[in-house]
């Protein structure tokens, strides 16, 4: 493929997955608000305690195999089926233990209503296994319009199911159907779009070529959601359900932000990454430009969030949650790195380096419970345990820096040239907005001139500056429209 033509490609499927998840992330702020409202602190609480065990689970149904069918340029659909059904298989597998499990987890939490709640809740990963492989499909094909479609149809289906049965007082059940919903939609129409279906010519030989880089994912994915999840894991332990719907609500929207960028990165690096593996020159100016790109948008937004999170908070889902804009701010700083650490370790697996990848996320992991730990046991708050959290996930952007370095020889010195610009302009952006509009005390007022103000300093300063990212993003965008 030609660099002018992977380049459309790439811009194209990043755009689409910027529709995607940007689409996706606000209508699900907006069912979530409402959500907020009218549930209880305790019943975020009570599905967050349980999303741990739900996330290994999920890894487990993956075990790594549609990164392994992506890297996989000559992938045939006797691989496609064996994967299939191996990933059903063990999915199944998974949610009898998990439902034999259940009093136990319940009994961790001190908790008996999470006995019924897991053993229904965890029919999500289950429905999910279905839809594996035709993402892979779509994903590997850079189809980011019907993954968009996907996402989008998914998300209003189940969270207005979801809506409809907290207004009738169903409580965390209604929080427990909409994400069961959500899978199931995802799974049929990944059938619809990808027009993959599976054969009873099964065989189980694919899947043992491709275990060993999907092992190692497999190990990786169970250690990335435990990182994922571990403070509602521990503080479900150390603090009371509601104390832990507190940190949900801050992280949920957190996620939310961070999410949407490492979506866009994730739909698109890889898949190019592979283009273009055998050309080292295109391959690290491929990267240089990703990471130029994912910063110019990550900094700004996850900043901006951190800026405006008081004000979010009384406005959307009331005063009630006011003790979650604090952690919120935290959060956001951290959030800004995490889609910088996505096409680090994109690049990474792109090269087949999957043991790098995995032994890296279990070091990350022991450092994050080893430290929150450390930090509770000396007497810590959560604001402080939260705060070592994203100090790690911040510093940790070096290590993975190094790993990359190691395969493509991209100095730490280029690496700082395209990320401390848009770090520092849009620390600046916050800052001076800040200030400016510190007087202002209508709430609305306040977060409305915040977040225009902030736009207009950060676009206009790197106009000045004369970034090249603004004016390609302008340009193609004015491209496409004609």
Sequence with gaps: MSESSLKDKAAKGFLWAAVNNGATQLLGAIFGLVLSRILDKGDYGLINMILVFSAVATALQDSGFVIALINKKDATHRDYNSVFWFNIGVSACIYVILFLCAP????????????????????????????IVPRSILLKQLKQKELAVMGLGALIISNTVGLVMAL????????????????????????????????????????REMFGFSSKMLVTYIFNNINN??????????????????????????LMGANTIVGMVQGVAQPTFVQVIDD??????????????????????????????????????TDKWIESAELMQILCVGGAFLPIATLYYNMILSK??????????????????????????????????????????????????????????????????????????????????????RGIENLYILLISRIILAAVIYISTLWILGANILKECLSYLIKKKS
């Design 104 to 131: 136990l987890i319940a009994d961790y939490f001190n908790e008996p209503i999470l006995t019924k709640l897991s053993r229904y809740f965890f029919l999500c990963f289950f429905i999910a296994s279905f839809s």
């Design 352 to 437: 087949g380096k999957s043991n790098v990848y995995m032994w890296n996320v279990i070091a990350q992991g022991c450092t994050i419970l080893t430290t929150i730990l450390t930090v509770h046991y000396l007497g810590g708050t959560m604001r402080q345990m939260v705060l070592s959290y994203v100090c790690i996930i911040i510093l940790w952007v070096a290590i993975w820096h190094f790993f990359v370095w190691r395969e493509i020889k991209f100095s730490f010195l280029q690496a700082l040239k395209d990320i401390l610009p848009f770090l520092l302009i849009s620390a600046g952006t916050m800052i001076a907005t800040y200030f400016i509009t």
């Design 280 to 317: 080292h020159e295109r391959l690290c100016r491929a990267f240089s430009k990703m990471l130029r790109l994912t910063c110019f948008i990550a900094f700004p937004a996850m900043f901006g969030m951190a800026l405006v999170a008081k004000e979010f908070i009384i406005i959307a889902v």
């Design 168 to 207: 009738s007082g169903m409580a965390f059940w209604s929080l427990a159907t909409q994400t069961i919903l959500f899978n199931l939609c995802i799974s049929i129409l990944s059938w619809y779009f990808s027009g993959w279906r599976p054969s009873l010519n099964i065989s189980m030989q694919p899947v």
């Design 229 to 254: 999840n571990i403070f509602s894991f521990v503080f479900g332990k150390i603090y009371t359900k509601d104390e832990v719907g507190t940190y949900s609500q801050a992280n949920k929207w957190n």
